[in-house]
T-cell receptor, first 109, second 113 residues
Framework: DAKTTQPNSMESNEEEPVHLPCNHSTISGTDYIHWYRQLPSQGPEYVIHGLTSNVNNRMASLAIAEDRKSSTLILHRATLRDAAVYYCILRDLDDKIIFGKGTRLHILP | DGGITQSPKYLFRKEGQNVTLSCEQNLNHDAMYWYRQDPGQGLRLIYYSQIVNDFQKGDIAEGYSVSREKKESFPLTVTSAQKNPTAFYLC????????????FGQGTRLTVV
């Protein structure tokens, strides 16, 4: 079973920030938090990952709670091309990669 | 360019026939994975391999078989024992460390008629 829980779907207006939450209450000290997104009829693509500190890259930011039991993926300015299913997963050394159901993000023009 | 390649993109087979889906990577990744995705659903793990000549079952391995004779290749065979094989199949690869990203192929859409 997936070790993370996410809302089934979310909506956001174009050009506004989006905050996608993820709960991972059973996270271990060595689990990395990864986010992927999947556009229709394509394979998932990597977005960002982190361990304890907040992370930024060109695609998004990752905010990790101090107790690491939850995290939030932040898209700073959503575009229509950001409409996708976003998956939050935990990954440890030598661990298989298990996906949950993800959050389907709808962007309203 | 390095990457992971699945072929073919679309595949049609008659019921009762075995079919093999190809997955090749030139990223020198140790781990490779096969997932199945049904419409509107998430990815479910079929098989994974962390080293040549070794692989483990995922959550839905029944009716599928794999081999890992080379580091670069991880073919998936959908056998006639798989009751509902029509689905979107995704292959992925990664290094073993938890702080490394996984790379996915573009998928194979299998339709069994």
């Amino acid at each position: 079973d997936a070790k993370t829980t996410q809302p089934n779907s979310m909506e956001s207006n174009e050009e506004e920030p989006v905050h996608l939450p993820c709960n991972h209450s059973t996270i271990s000290g060595t689990d990395y938090i990864h986010w992927y997104r999947q556009l229709p009829s394509q394979g998932p693509e990597y977005v960002i990952h982190g361990l304890t500190s907040n992370v930024n890259n060109r695609m998004a930011s990752l905010a990790i709670a101090e107790d690491r039991k939850s995290s939030t993926l932040i898209l700073h300015r959503a575009t229509l091309r950001d409409a996708a299913v976003y998956y939050c997963i935990l990954r440890d050394l030598d661990d298989k990669i298990i996906f949950g159901k993800g959050t389907r993000l709808h962007i309203l023009p | 360019d390095g990457g992971i390649t699945q072929s073919p993109k679309y595949l049609f087979r008659k019921e009762g026939q075995n079919v093999t889906l190809s997955c090749e990577q030139n990223l020198n990744h140790d781990a490779m994975y096969w997932y199945r995705q049904d419409p509107g659903q998430g990815l479910r793990l079929i098989y994974y391999s962390q080293i040549v000549n070794d692989f483990q079952k995922g959550d839905i391995a029944e009716g599928y078989s794999v081999s890992r004779e080379k580091k670069e290749s991880f073919p998936l065979t959908v056998t006639s024992a798989q009751k509902n094989p029509t689905a979107f199949y995704l292959c992925a690869s990664s290094f073993l460390e938890g702080n490394t990203e996984a790379f996915f192929g573009q998928g194979t859409r299998l339709t069994v008629v």
